[in-house]
């Protein structure tokens, strides 16, 4: 079946403006993750949703950060306010409980 | 919070030479996955493996969960394998913990 999808592929914007990420997970699975990388770096852990409910937000930089999953499946990440500093790889990830996740291909944003 | 490491962060192989790639983790874990990412930043599973030896193909693993180290092993290295090796592990919450990565490079 197919994997974890993610939208668009590449994004630039500039400085100040909003941008919005789109998931969508593997058909059936329940929990959605979303990770950051920069370069050189392994993927860090932003939030996660079990069904429609952010069960961990922890990892959220600050409020400029927000995401949501209103049906339990397709997830947006948002970011208002862009800055320089939240240019990186953005990853969505799928499981069917807590088991193994599986990675989409990511979001490269890019803030001018 | 949990801490990993990855051993070593750089590795350039010829082909057809084996190697073996560590993770230690500093704390108990659920769950250990060990993924390749290509040139083109896409994360693959490779294991997913708490515990116990898994073997697929060219690419084995091992982890001691009591010792809290895992180990990965690539015989017969082939330039498709080049990429950054990531290992991550759970803890006691749902999200995953990467490591550094070990980037590996095989010349034909």
């Known amino acids: 079946g197919a994997g974890v999808s993610q939208t668009p592929s590449n994004k630039v914007t500039e400085k100040g403006k909003y941008v919005e990420l789109r998931c969508d997970p593997i058909s059936g699975h329940t929990a959605l993750y979303w990770y950051r990388q920069s370069l050189g770096q392994g993927p860090e852990f932003l939030i996660y949703f079990q069904g429609t409910g952010a069960a961990d937000d922890s990892g959220l930089p600050n409020d400029r950060f927000f995401a949501v999953r209103p049906e339990g499946s397709v997830s947006t990440l948002k970011i208002q306010r862009t800055e320089r500093g939240d240019s990186a790889v953005y990853l969505c990830a799928s499981s069917f409980g807590t088991d193994t996740q599986y990675f989409g291909p990511g979001t490269r944003l890019t803030v001018l | 919070g949990i801490q990993v490491e990855q051993s070593p962060p750089d590795l350039i192989l010829q082909e057809g030479a084996n190697s073996t790639l560590r993770c230690n983790f500093s704390d108990s874990v659920n769950n250990l996955q060990w993924f390749h990412q290509n040139p083109w930043g896409q994360l693959i599973n490779l294991f997913y493996?708490?515990?116990g030896t898994k073997q697929n193909g060219r690419l084995s693993a091992t982890t001691v969960a009591t010792e809290r180290y895992s180990l990965l092993y690539i015989s017969s290295s082939q330039t498709t394998d080049s990429g950054v090796y990531f290992c991550a592990v759970r803890g006691g919450s749902e999200k995953l913990v990467f490591g550094k990565g070990t980037k590996l490079t095989v010349n034909p």
């Open positions: 493996i708490p515990s």
